[in-house]
């Protein structure tokens, strides 16, 4: 009997700790934008992000179930605490809902345009001219507080590129791995749509939400996060692939 009693005192604790979880799956909440998260031919998780993910998930060895979703309902779920972990812009909005815990990519924002456009170095010239831009992004105070540019919300870079062509918008905005991934994409070359310029460059991190309670998956998958940026994995992630230009990595 004590013997029992004993047993059911130590199972008891032994499950208080944080070592009870194991079999437990982080959550992960993808954003539907090509090419960071989509789902594929055989309808898996696919893109950048889900690269990262399958790295996450081979350095903890922790079950991951990454859901790929449209950008607003990835940030609810954040918000909500229903998913753990999810790759957002450094921005006072993220911050808000989750708390971050390691930068994952640089991505620098480009403004795009026709490659015989007129001679472009700032935002301002574009006062009063049609600017597209993916809806729901942040690209920094420099182009989301620019109330002077007629802002044109798109569904994804392939209907911006479109629509450029077709002289529907003067540019648009958006990072420069969207960019040449929907370049290669569409087959079209950079003879007829290019970056103009750098608007700004931001981070993309891993965020943790506020309100998940799994709050023993931290400590691993930001150990996790920090050995893949060291071993060099996160760049060959993000820039070592068949559609990102030297001329594009970054420099340390």
């Known amino acids: 009997m004590r013997f ?27 954003s539907n934008i090509q090419p960071w998260g989509y789902l594929n031919d055989k309808n898996q998780p696919d893109g950048l992000l889900s690269r990262l993910v399958e790295a996450l998930e081979k350095e903890t060895n922790i079950h991951i179930d990454n859901q790929i979703r ?8 954040v918000k909500m605490g229903t998913t753990d972990f999810a790759v957002m812009f450094n921005s006072p909005q993220s911050r808000a809902i989750a708390i971050s815990i390691g930068r994952v990519v640089n991505p620098k924002v480009v403004l795009t345009a026709l490659s015989d456009s007129e001679k472009l170095t700032d935002l301002s010239q574009l006062k009063g001219k049609a600017v597209g831009y993916l809806r729901g992004s942040k690209y920094g105070a420099v182009f989301d507080n620019n109330q002077a540019l007629n802002k044109v919300p798109l569904g994804s870079m392939e209907q911006g590129i ?21 370049l290669k994409k569409l087959n079209i070359s950079t003879d007829k749509v290019m970056p103009i310029f750098t608007v700004n460059e931001t981070s993309g991190d891993l965020y943790f939400s ?16 920090q050995t893949l940026r060291e071993k060099g994995i996160l760049h060959d992630i993000f820039y070592n692939n068949d559609y990102m230009p030297q001329s594009s990595h970054p420099k340390n």
């Open 4 to 30: 029992t009693i004993f047993l059911f005192l130590e199972l008891l604790l032994w499950s208080s700790t944080g070592f009870a979880h194991p079999e437990a799956p982080a959550h992960f909440s993808t």
């Open 70 to 77: 449209p950008y607003p309902r990835v940030i609810h779920e």
């Open 162 to 182: 479109k629509m450029l062509l077709t002289h529907r918008i003067h540019a648009m905005v958006g990072t420069e791995h969207s960019f040449y991934f929907t």
């Open 210 to 225: 506020k309100k998940s309670k799994n709050k023993y998956l931290i400590e691993p998958f930001k150990k996790a996060l």
